[in-house]
């Protein structure tokens, strides 16, 4: 069974970015959904409430609705509120400084971009250690 990941970032190169590092690593193994706001992202999970996603990977500066939270943060906060979603895990992917403060709050993982962008990898290593079974799938 594909495992499915959905991935919130406003910025398009940064959803496409994102994706294309799960593909390699991953393959056809894997389902990626692609949204472009929190929002929207919530929208999706509400949607797919009964077949929740494996991991849930999103940037924390993107619509300003949510102020003085961040939207990305604010969608955390949702997210950690939905019973079937309580233990999905979450990888902030963001340029912000606050990004260990507020990865920390909510406990969940981070990975700045400028650390993605010179070491891939790091996605691997925090996916395959949140989502055991992403590793026996084979490419």
Same mark, same amino acid.
């Given at each position: 069974?594909?495992?499915?990941? &959905? ?5 398009? $190169?940064? =959803? =496409? ?6 593909? #390699? ?5 894997? !389902? +990626?959904?692609?949204?472009? $706001?929190? %929002? !929207?992202? /919530? ?13 849930? /990977?999103?940037?924390? #500066?993107?619509?300003?609705?949510? !102020?003085? *939270?961040?939207?990305?943060?604010? &969608? +955390? ?5 939905? !019973? %079937?979603? $309580? ?5 902030? @992917? ?16 981070? @990975?700045?971009?400028? #650390? ?5 990898? *790091? =996605? %691997? &290593? @925090? =996916? ?5 079974? /992403? $590793?026996? +799938?084979? %490419?």
């Amino acid at each position: 069974m594909k495992k499915r990941v &959905l991935i919130a970032d406003d910025s398009k $190169s940064w =959803l =496409l970015f994102n994706a294309e590092i799960i593909h #390699q690593l991953y393959m056809d193994n894997i !389902e +990626i959904i692609l949204v472009k $706001s929190a %929002k !929207e992202a /919530l929208d999706i999970i509400n949607e797919n409430i009964n077949n929740p996603f494996d991991v849930i /990977l999103t940037d924390l #500066q993107m619509e300003t609705d949510y !102020e003085p *939270l961040c939207a990305g943060e604010w &969608l +955390i906060e949702k997210i950690k509120g939905i !019973e %079937k979603y $309580s233990h999905t895990p979450i990888i902030i @992917i963001s340029a912000m400084g606050s990004i260990k403060y507020i990865a920390k709050k909510y406990s969940v993982e981070f @990975i700045s971009k400028n #650390q993605l962008i010179n070491n891939k990898l *790091l =996605l %691997k &290593l @925090i =996916l395959d250690k949140l989502v055991p079974s /992403l $590793s026996n +799938i084979e %490419k």
